[in-house]
């Protein structure tokens, strides 16, 4: 019996061999074409940008002070993490943008909050924005109040249409698009809520926020990205943005 296969499995064995180099290349120029915090030719092309390079913190400094925080925020294999409880405070990009694309890729230890935050002005003194939140939906105290506190919603204003989700600990990725008037959030490739800047539905959504007396909240103004310490552990990568003309 043995014999009579061998000549079956030589030809199987050369199939294999003929494959499975064309299956590795594929996979290898796959992995190439998504690695971190790599921008793609035809992305260049459309004007983005990379606002985290995967190794430095350059760009960035700390909210309200000229460099960059000396604790709390680590680069660590390729990701731009918050260290649980080690301090540093949100940090900012040093460039503005008014009209803008901006996609990234995160994830939240179990029972954590964080934030992206935009039209934040630091002449307030205080890090006080819209921000798209990042929070464990699932654990944390303040996404258990309500969706207007859970992932993507317009934190404590409006909250997200759908909830394409994954749980704390796996990696989402975010978009938000400001154009205009028009604001958009979008997760894990859905858009999950949309609002236009000065609309009655924005105002009323306003009136009956923590932000209310926020007289500059709402309006559109050139404003840096804002990454949020909120003391827990969280990762940030593939930050990328594009100005939109």
């Avoid at 064309?22 to 004007?47: F, Y």
């Avoid at 992206?116 to 990042?134: C, S, V």
């Avoid at 859905?190 to 609002?195: D, F, H, N, R, S």
């Amino acid at each position: 019996m043995i014999p009579m296969r061998s000549p079956i499995l030589a030809l199987v064995c050369a199939a294999a061999a003929l494959v499975l180099p064309a299956c590795s290349t594929s996979r290898s120029a796959g992995s190439a074409a998504t690695s971190p915090n790599k921008l793609l030719a035809q992305e260049q092309s459309a004007g983005w940008r990379l606002l985290f390079n995967g190794r430095t913190t350059a760009g960035w400094r700390a909210f309200g002070k000229p460099a960059f925080p000396a604790q709390g925020w680590i680069v660590e294999d390729g990701w731009l993490k918050h260290v649980a409880k080690g301090g540093g405070g949100d940090i900012i990009t040093g460039e503005k943008f008014t009209d803008f694309e901006l996609t990234w890729t995160w994830r939240v230890a179990p029972g954590a909050n964080s934030g992206l935050k935009y039209f934040i002005d630091e002449a307030r003194g205080a890090a006080i924005g819209h921000e798209y939140q990042l929070i464990d939906d699932a654990l944390h105290p303040d996404a258990l109040i309500g969706p207007k506190r859970q992932t993507a919603s317009l934190y404590d204003a409006l909250a997200p249409t759908s909830h394409p989700l994954r749980p704390a600990g796996e990696v989402n990725t975010s978009r938000v698009i400001v154009r205009g008037a028009h604001v958009e959030h979008w997760l894990n490739g859905v858009k999950v809520l949309a609002y236009d800047l000065g609309s009655a539905g924005m105002l009323a959504a306003k009136a009956q926020s923590k932000f209310k007396k926020e007289a500059k909240w709402g309006t559109k103004f050139a404003t840096p990205i804002l990454l949020q310490d909120h003391g827990d552990e969280v990762w940030f990568r593939d930050i990328k943005i594009r100005p939109l003309r």
